[in-house]
């Protein structure tokens, strides 16, 4: 499903893309290549799925939009920078001690600050544990928020409406001219990348947004295994 929206979102922005240039009367391919997608980050999704519930229901238009507090006030750098804090209960207290605590959830933060409860907010943007990616490396390099999660200061409730799956990023890093090959963000035998008779990265592409339930379940190691031998497994 998620695969089926990644290649709809692409195809999307890719044929507003073709519509705005000049009519060339080039066919449009079905799968568009990683990074033809032209935009000032990652693509946008074009029907992003509703965002989660949250144990409180925070929003964001509230704080940072209405109230203009700025993003590093509740997701300061951790992990020296790759990755940002999610706030807890303590710091909203700060100012929900005096502000609207007749309010439900307002009363639940005051208690889970009382009672040092950690909160459990459902995460909207997550790279699997294969993927290597620091918030420092990009905002150093003049990212902004918004290149990769929208105009989330309007956002009553944040959802998955920047695609950062692996077109997403590539999109963006083709636009400026940052690196593109596997080993920039997988960490994996690179020496096994060298080997000649692999096939070429847009073939690697290719299969892998090839929407068969043996690539959909294709583990990165199980995929990299493979590579030695891409004539014997490429037809499905
Ligand atoms: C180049 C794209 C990009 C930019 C720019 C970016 N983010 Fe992110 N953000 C991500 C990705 C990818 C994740 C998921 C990271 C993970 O799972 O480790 C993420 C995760 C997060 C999280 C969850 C905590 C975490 O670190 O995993 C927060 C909060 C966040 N971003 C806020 C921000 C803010 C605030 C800014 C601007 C200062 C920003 N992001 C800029 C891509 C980006
Ligand atoms: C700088 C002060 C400040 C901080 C810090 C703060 N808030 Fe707020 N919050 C406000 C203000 C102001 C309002 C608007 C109150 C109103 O409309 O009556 C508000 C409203 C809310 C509401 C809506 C209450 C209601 O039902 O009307 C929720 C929920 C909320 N905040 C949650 C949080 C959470 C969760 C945090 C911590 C992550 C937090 N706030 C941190 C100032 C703050
Ligand atoms: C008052 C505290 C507060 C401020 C200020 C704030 N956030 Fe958040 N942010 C939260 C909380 C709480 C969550 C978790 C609940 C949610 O997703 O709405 C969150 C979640 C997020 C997420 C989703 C992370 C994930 O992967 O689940 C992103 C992205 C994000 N914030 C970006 C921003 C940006 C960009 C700004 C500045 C424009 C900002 N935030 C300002 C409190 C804050
Ligand atoms: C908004 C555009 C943009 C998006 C979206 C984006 N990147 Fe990047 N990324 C960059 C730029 C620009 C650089 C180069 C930074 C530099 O060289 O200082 C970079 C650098 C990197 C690097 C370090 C490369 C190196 O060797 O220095 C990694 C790793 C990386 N990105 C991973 C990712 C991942 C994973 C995603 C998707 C989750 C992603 N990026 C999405 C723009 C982007
Ligand atoms: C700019 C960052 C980036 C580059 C470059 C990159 N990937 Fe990925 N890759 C990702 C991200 C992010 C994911 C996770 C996608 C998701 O969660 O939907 C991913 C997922 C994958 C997966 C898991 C299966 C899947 O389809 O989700 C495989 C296999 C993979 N990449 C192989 C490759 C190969 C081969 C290359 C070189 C041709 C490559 N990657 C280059 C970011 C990148």
Wanted: aromatic share 4%; net charge positive.
């Amino acid at each position: 499903m998620r695969r089926f929206l990644l290649i709809a979102a692409l195809l999307c922005t890719a044929l507003a893309v073709r519509a705005q240039d000049a009519p060339t009367g080039a066919t449009p391919s079905t799968a568009p290549a990683p990074g033809t997608v032209a935009s000032s980050g990652a693509p946008t999704v074009a029907n992003p799925p509703p965002g989660p519930t949250q144990p409180v229901a925070f929003s964001h238009k509230k704080h940072a939009g209405d109230g203009k507090m700025a993003c590093d006030n509740c997701h300061e750098p951790a992990r020296t920078g790759a990755t940002l804090a999610m706030p807890q209960a303590q710091k909203c207290m700060l100012c929900h001690a005096a502000i609207a605590t007749d309010k439900p959830d307002i009363k639940r933060l005051a208690d889970a600050a009382q009672n040092n409860q950690i909160l459990q907010w459902t995460r909207v943007y997550r790279v699997p544990s294969f993927v290597t990616f620091s918030h420092k490396t990009h905002t150093g390099a003049g990212a902004q928020c918004e290149d990769c999660h929208g105009p989330v200061a309007e956002r009553e409730v944040i959802s998955r409406e920047k695609d950062l799956s692996m077109g997403g990023c590539i999109s963006c890093h083709t636009q400026k001219s940052a690196p593109t090959g596997c080993d920039t963000c997988h960490q994996l035998n690179s020496v096994r990348l060298q080997v000649p008779g692999i096939p070429s990265e847009s073939v690697l592409l290719a299969r892998l947004t090839r929407p068969s339930p043996a690539s959909k379940d294709m583990s990165i190691h199980r995929f990299f295994a493979e590579l030695p031998l891409p004539q014997t497994t490429s037809t499905p």
